[in-house]
């Protein structure tokens, strides 16, 4: 048997590493084996404690101010030594913009399968890493797992539910690593210029596609997502082709997860329905009958948008009062 | 600068897929193909920085388990200078890791080169780890989900997008790059270009061309099954004899299902 043993969780995002512990856990246990967690920056040494109470046994710290931000090569050598010295089974990394290449990297430096963006994940009986993921465009699911070790698979923000914390005891490791320098030179940061709430967090999302004639038409759509208290989105056609909106939900864009999806002059193409496959419910308004969003919808009123939602928003005022 | 190498994929058209809905399974076989979207415009910037700086030569390369000429065609006509493909119908099984070593080791033959360009990901398989690989592969710098890019002496310029930063980012040539579709809309090739470019030469290698050892091809992750999701959608049509009784159906099974209520 391979003496690969043990669970180990890393992200550059705390939020992050707290879901993919709950999940960790879940592993951990079905294997019999310890959950690490990695824990990198420069006086950080505070969120280890929180990292325990969600579920790991041992946290290895790599602390020092030449760690403060986010460098692909130094980080990389501490994961990596964390894989040679303590040759973790398992390693589920953040799917972040920073934690999908990382997690490349590694899997390449170790000569291992890397598995990006799991929405899914479980071990069998020959503690094989199971996991799922969306490709072809949303067109399937595919499941996969590994025949090297360590697995290495990455996880998306939100596909796991954050654990409830607990006391519990754990470990601090610190961690004595040769830092590797950085390839690459961070000149300048600035906050990206986007939407002030997140789409992903909304409850409530009313979307339009092509359908919507002009941007000014916006309106029709902001009033009905003022009246359920719910966000506006798009499809990509209007973000990247017509530059009316600066994001778009997706397989390319946001992956959304709300109560409620009302798609407005969507025709649904796969790559849209990708992006919405866990909303709740699902309502398509398009004038076109044979539109394929009907098919992914729960609830499809054939009609023109410019007419229908007028019409559901004072329907819905009705109600709400 | 003198020479840019632009990885290029040839890709399932997923907008184009079957499936058959009494297996699940998809019918990749009989689909299109094209270059993956985001390789095209990895593309069209390693063009746009020749236009910039004339003496700048375009290699593309693929790795591909079926001939690949046809789309190789368009990156020619589109403005690539030249296209390697490297062919071997064993890369049916290929996963990233394989995929990465292959296009190193013809990178590492093609030689001199200043700037890798790649797609963030394919459109496809969707999974973004290719450049990342080859960057490891190949010890090189790598900035990645890139919106622009510029070049100055020695160094490669780029502004890649995270979360909810925007990074610049600079690493002394040759690197890697890899980019986003927001970085630019790739140019649709003239009749004239078109032409102009049934001269340019495909080379087609094997693995028996490269200094390759078949034991890293084998893939590192076994595929349980590929199928297209259920959908378990209700799909049930609100129709009234006027727009507003429509719209009032609608709320009541908005209410009914617990999403919509008051406040």
Redesign the interface.
């Known amino acids: 048997m391979s003496q690969h043993n043990g669970v180990c969780v890393y992200s550059d995002k705390h939020d992050l590493t707290l879901e993919i512990l709950g999940k960790g856990r879940e592993i951990a246990d079905k294997l019999q084996t310890e959950l690490a967690a990695v824990l990198i920056g420069y006086n950080v040494q505070q969120r280890a404690d929180e990292m325990i109470k969600n579920g790991a046994d041992k946290v290895y710290i790599a602390d020092n101010q030449a760690l403060q931000n986010f460098k692909f090569e130094s980080y990389l050598s501490i994961l990596h030594t964390i894989a040679v010295n303590y040759k973790p089974e398992i390693f589920l990394i953040g799917s972040t913009r920073n934690g999908k290449p990382l997690a490349a990297r590694l899997a390449t430096r170790l000569g291992t399968g890397c598995v990006p963006d799991c929405n899914r994940l479980s071990v069998d009986e020959q503690r094989r890493l199971i996991s799922e993921r969306i490709t072809y465009g949303g067109n399937a699911a595919a499941k996969l797992t590994f025949k090297t070790k360590p697995q290495i698979a990455t996880v998306p923000a939100r596909a796991f539910e954050k654990p409830q914390p607990k006391e519990r005891n754990g470990q601090l490791i610190k961690l004595d690593v040769k830092v590797e320098e950085a390839k690459t030179e961070i000149v300048d940061v600035k906050p990206l210029e986007t939407a002030s709430v997140r789409i992903e967090d909304a409850e409530i999302i009313i979307s339009c596609g092509r359908g919507l004639e002009k941007k000014e038409d916006k309106a029709l759509l902001d009033e009905l997502a003022s009246v359920l208290c719910g966000q506006v989105g798009c499809s990509r056609p209007l973000a990247e082709d017509r530059k009316w909106f600066s994001e778009w939900v997706g397989l390319s864009g946001h992956k959304v997860k709300p109560k409620l999806y009302i798609a407005c002059g969507i025709s649904g193409v796969i790559q849209h329905v990708a992006g919405i496959r866990d909303a709740k419910v699902i309502v398509a308004i398009n004038k076109d009958e044979q539109a394929p969003i009907f098919e992914v919808a729960d609830y499809g009123v054939v009609g023109n948008l410019y007419e229908v939602l007028p019409a559901l928003k004072e329907a819905l005022k009705k109600q709400l009062q | 600068m003198k020479r840019i190498i632009v990885c290029l994929k040839q890709a ?1 058209d ?2 184009q ?1 079957k ?1 058959d809905t009494a297996t699940r399974q ?1 019918l ?1 076989a009989s689909a299109l193909r094209k270059i993956s979207d985001f390789d095209k415009n990895a593309l069209e910037e390693a063009i746009k920085l020749k236009e910039k700086q004339s003496n700048i030569e375009i290699f593309t390369v693929t790795v591909t388990a079926e001939d690949a000429k046809t789309v190789l065609r368009e990156a020619l006509a589109m403005g690539a200078d030249k296209a390697y493909m490297i062919l071997d119908s064993n890369f049916k099984e290929i ?3 394989g995929t ?1 070593y292959v296009l190193a080791e013809a990178i590492r033959k093609i030689g001199e080169y200043d700037l890798i360009l790649c797609g963030e990901t394919s ?7 290719v ?3 080859l ?3 190949l010890s ?6 890139v919106r622009k890019v510029s070049v100055e002496s020695n160094a490669v ?1 780029a502004e ?13 040539m040759p ?1 890697i790059v890899s980019v986003t ?2 970085i630019n809309q790739p140019r649709i090739p003239s009749l004239m270009m078109i032409m102009k470019a049934s001269k340019k030469e495909i080379i087609t290698w094997t693995t028996a061309d490269l200094n390759i050892q078949q034991d890293n091809l ?12 259920k ?1 378990e ?7 009234g004899e006027t ?2 009784e ?3 159906k ?2 009541k ?3 009914e ?1 617990g ?5």
């Open positions: 399932v997923v907008s897929l499936v998809l990749t996963d990233t890791l990465a459109l496809d398989s969707f999974s973004g780890l450049s990342s690989r960057a490891e592969l090189l710098p790598h900035i990645n989900y310029i890649r997008t995270l979360e909810d930063s925007v990074e610049t980012v600079k690493a002394k690197a579709r927001e084998g893939s590192k992750i076994e595929v349980i099954e590929v199928l297209a999701p959908t959608r209700k799909k049930i049509r609100i129709k727009v507003q429509a719209a009032e609608l709320v099974a908005l209410v299902e999403v919509v209520g008051r406040r």
